[in-house]
């Protein structure tokens, strides 16, 4: 079996019960009395909401949409149109007067005036502009952009938004006693594509065991409209700027590369099949590697004589 195959979800209801007994099972370990998201009209936060109405019905469910200055108003209509299929009261804020406070549009230039096609070939001209052949710009970001401080400029810059965000879901989450639900899919968090203490800081993770391929399988499973699904994928941080861009590889073919990797397959066997060639290998294990940090809690020395299984 290739792949390809093992990509594909055979039995698309099983696993949909799965994650809905997951999120139900938490909520009454924990003594939850609702779950909360950021609803970001994108597909992974669509998939995370629709399996949580399936889950605990639609009044236990709250959505929060957080824009800010740079956000695309694709991002709020698609945001609506998936609250309003499934009746949820969708809560607005904008972090715009709270980054702009903290200084955060002072890193970059006020977009006023300047229309959003500009923007957008702007702001993809100078991310890639930190890019050479061996180390494209995300891979340097996951470095922390050592030794160019224009580049750690721009990665606090977009990195805040997303803790800003974390920071609101707890708020109001906590205030009624809900579940804060991640929306990070497995491709993300393999290769480091999300924020540490940001989009990854939740209560539980319902989709982080599904590669991307998979959330839009699920996700037309469901009937989830096809503009969400059908639509570039971007962490709309930036004007423009999308996930496959950002990477330099499609999702198909990441997904292919990272679960050949977790098989253990040879590099070779997976480059035919991804159609890339041994050097994009290279480079998406260097992913994995150099974000493994960010999937893991924070490093401490062990001080304790204790037995592992009570230092806690």
Request: hydrophobic residues 40%; glycine residues 6%.
């Amino acid at each position: 079996m290739g792949i390809k195959e093992r990509l594909e979800i055979a039995d698309k209801e099983k696993v949909c019960c799965q994650i809905e007994d997951f999120i139900k099972n938490i909520m009454t370990d924990w003594q939850r009395e609702g779950c909360i998201l950021g609803l970001s009209g994108g597909l992974d936060s669509a998939l995370v909401a629709y399996l949580a109405v399936r889950a605990i019905g639609k009044a236990n469910v709250q959505a929060l949409f957080m824009p800010e200055r740079d956000s695309s108003k694709q991002s709020y209509d698609d945001a609506c149109l998936i609250a309003e299929i499934l009746g949820l009261s969708m809560k607005e804020i904008n972090l715009t007067p709270l980054l702009k406070k903290i200084g955060v549009y002072g890193l970059e230039p006020s977009p006023m005036f300047i229309p959003r096609p500009i923007q957008e070939h702007y702001v993809t001209q100078k991310y890639h502009q930190y890019s050479t052949e061996e180390e494209p710009t995300f891979l340097k970001t996951l470095k922390g952009g050592v030794g160019q401080s224009e580049l750690q400029k721009h990665i606090a810059y977009y990195r805040i938004k997303h803790r800003v965000r974390m920071v609101l879901l707890y708020f109001y989450g906590e205030m009624d006693n809900l579940l804060i639900l991640g929306t990070c899919n497995k491709s993300e968090k393999m290769t480091g594509f999300f924020v540490k203490y940001g989009d990854s800081a939740s209560d539980i993770d319902p989709i982080a065991d599904l590669y991307k391929t998979q959330v839009k399988q699920l996700a037309r499973y469901l009937l989830i409209p096809d503009r969400i699904i059908d639509k570039a994928p971007t962490p709309d941080l930036m004007p423009g700027l999308t996930d496959e861009q950002a990477m330099r590889i499609s999702y198909d073919k990441l997904d292919i590369v990272l679960m050949g990797i977790a098989l253990s397959m040879d590099e070779q066997d997976i480059a035919q099949e991804a159609e890339v060639d041994p050097a994009t290998i290279a480079y998406i294990k260097r992913l994995v590697q150099l974000s493994e940090h960010m999937r893991n809690l924070p490093p401490q020395p062990f001080i304790s004589s204790l037995p592992d299984d009570i230092k806690y």
